[in-house]
C-alpha cells in the first residue's frame, strides 16, 4: 500500500533525513521524505503500520503537522 502524507514543522533537510532514516527502521516500512516538498512517500506492508509510522513522527519531532 502506498500513502503519500503532507507535512510541516520540520525545521530543516537533515532532520527530515533523520526522520526517514527512523521510519525506515520500522519492518515493513519504506519512507522517502521531500523536505522541500513537504510530503512523504510510504511504502507500506500493511494499513496497521500508518498508526506506527505516525507515532514515530511524534515522538521524534513533537511539533511536526501531519495532514492525511
Given at each position: 500500500?502506498?500513502?503519500i502524507i503532507r507535512f510541516k514543522g520540520l525545521c530543516c533537510a537533515n532532520c527530515a533525513e533523520g526522520l526517514e532514516?527512523?521510519?525506515n527502521k520500522i519492518?515493513?516500512?519504506?519512507?522517502t521524505i521531500s523536505f522541500?516538498?513537504?510530503k512523504m512517500m510510504l511504502e507500506l506492508d500493511?494499513?496497521?503500520?500508518?498508526?506506527?509510522?505516525?507515532l514515530c513522527c511524534k515522538k521524534e519531532?513533537?511539533?511536526?503537522?501531519?495532514?492525511?
Open positions: 500500500m502506498t500513502k532514516r527512523k521510519l519492518k515493513g516500512v519504506k519512507a522541500v516538498a513537504g500493511n494499513d496497521d503500520l500508518l498508526d506506527e509510522v505516525l519531532y513533537p511539533d511536526i503537522v501531519i495532514k492525511l
